[in-house]
């Protein structure tokens, strides 16, 4: 078994094809066909299925795939701490975002990868939590940033961010976010928000339940960008937090309040796989994800009590 035969499964793995493959490793296409033919011989299982659309990992392939990862990431790091520990990194790193937080350090987090380490290939995936923790957990991912996850022992957290949600109507709704609104003001009122199985739901619920508010709940979208939307065309109020709206919120596009009595809010992790050492290029990128969140709560734009990390995990 060859480190370039792991290297090749693990690219056909994460693209789905030979050919795309063969382009980003820069290889002919018969070379990395004849490596995981080898591979395959060698371990004595099929490692994918090969079909119309591309090739898929079998079940075996998935758990291979998991070491693979491991092998690599591991040699990795050995060669990058041989190096200068300020030289430029290189590799591919992959970051899970729900949707809300993506739409908001997506752009800075980019900049500051692509600024210090221009070699780096950075590969973002936008999910929910309960999709996330999956990934983490299968080596799909390096790390993730995840909502109120349930605790686990494959995985390791650094506390972010405590949350909080705001109420989030048209702009002749006349919210502001220097005037807070009891909860008790939802009673009745058309309200968009997602289904019962999403946290933030189910966060909202437990708050109207608190309040002895009974919810008005119209249209259940789990995207946040359709609730913005229904809320910007008047359909509705929704509950969200502020970061992602802040720019339509400064616009005038949306207007929106924070809520009190109670104080809805949602807890905002940095989670990785306590099985496996954290690259450096990982390490570097779980700084600057706290950096970010740090800069947008103090520039106020994401609202929210940061929260201190409980060791110097990264």
């Known amino acids: 078994m060859e480190l370039s035969q792991l290297r090749t499964l693990i690219s056909v793995a994460e693209l789905g094809s030979l ?8 290889v002919a296409q018969p070379a990395l066909s004849r490596q995981m033919r080898m591979l395959e011989k060698e371990l004595g299982v099929a490692l994918f299925t090969r079909h119309g659309r591309g090739m898929e990992l079998t079940e075996h392939g998935r758990e291979t795939l998991k070491h693979a990862s491991r092998i690599v990431a591991e040699l990795d790091e050995i060669r990058a701490s041989a190096t200068d520990a300020d030289a430029p990194l290189s590799g591919q790193i992959s970051i899970g975002l729900p949707p809300t937080v993506a739409e908001t350090i997506s752009v800075p ?20 939590t309960a999709y996330l923790v999956e990934w983490l957990q299968r080596g799909d991912l390096d ?8 605790p686990a022992r494959a995985l390791r957290t650094r506390p972010l961010l405590l949350e909080s949600l705001f109420v989030i109507g048209p702009p002749d709704a006349g919210f502001s976010i220097v005037r807070a609104m009891p909860f008790k003001a939802l009673d009745g ?10 946290g933030l739901r189910t966060i909202v619920d437990r708050c109207a339940a608190d309040a002895g508010v009974a919810l008005d709940v119209k249209v259940e979208a789990d995207s946040y960008a359709t609730l913005k939307e229904l809320v910007r065309h008047g359909h509705g109020w929704t509950i969200l937090p502020l970061a992602p709206i802040h720019d339509e919120v400064v616009g005038g596009a949306l207007t929106a309040a924070p809520l009190i009595d109670p104080a809805p809010s949602r807890r905002l992790v940095l989670s990785f796989t306590a099985d496996r050492p954290m690259s450096r290029l990982a390490r570097f990128a779980g700084r600057t994800i706290v950096d970010i969140v740090a800069e947008r709560v103090e520039r106020a734009d994401w609202a929210g009590q940061l929260l201190a990390a409980e060791s110097n995990e990264l």
């Open 189 to 198: 009122k058309r309200l968009l928000l997602p289904g019962v199985r999403h």
């Open 143 to 150: 790390l993730a940033v995840l909502y109120d996850p349930r």
């Open 109 to 128: 987090l980019a900049a500051v990868v692509a600024k210090a380490h221009p070699a780096v290939t950075l590969r973002l995936a936008n999910a929910y």
């Open 19 to 26: 050919s795309k493959a063969a382009e980003r490793m820069r």
